[in-house]
């Protein structure tokens, strides 16, 4: 699969794998961003990307950022439809008790494509019994 992106930034990196076969593209932070414990913000990629139709794209947290100073995305997954062309943004959280910086070209999420189906709803008056059944949150115990 190829995918086309477009820099918005002359600097931006482009989605990188960590190693071959990873899941998830790297996207790195276009500007500087400083996170204030419990602060969040819109960091900017500097990329637009053209997610073809029947894909989408999840942005993920990176789990190092998460194990080391608490840091997520607020959305997490954050949705690219395959409509979209702007700038692709990570809104970014710190759960940490420290500031947390994080200057242009430092990682800051990862990108996963994934199919999407071509659903249709049906709308009928009794759905198929299952083990669950309608047990929500909680339902399986501790």
């Known amino acids: 699969m190829q995918i086309s992106f477009r820099r918005l930034h002359p600097e931006a990196p482009v989605p990188s794998q960590a190693h071959p076969g990873d899941a998830g593209w790297d996207l790195a932070s276009a500007v ?52 979209y062309r702007g700038e692709i943004e990570v809104l970014l959280v710190n759960h940490g008790h420290e500031p947390v910086t994080f200057e242009p070209g430092d990682r800051i999420a990862q990108l996963v494509v994934v199919p999407v189906p071509d659903v249709t709803w049906v709308e009928t008056d009794q759905l198929d019994d299952t083990a669950r059944g309608a047990g929500g949150f909680g339902s399986s115990g501790r």
């Open 32 to 83: 500087r961003v400083h996170l204030q414990p419990g602060e969040r913000a819109a960091v900017p990629t500097g990329i637009a990307v053209a997610i073809p139709p029947g894909y989408a794209g999840w942005v993920l947290p990176r789990s190092g950022h998460a194990r080391r100073h608490g840091v997520g995305v607020v959305n997490a997954p954050g949705l690219i439809d395959s409509g």
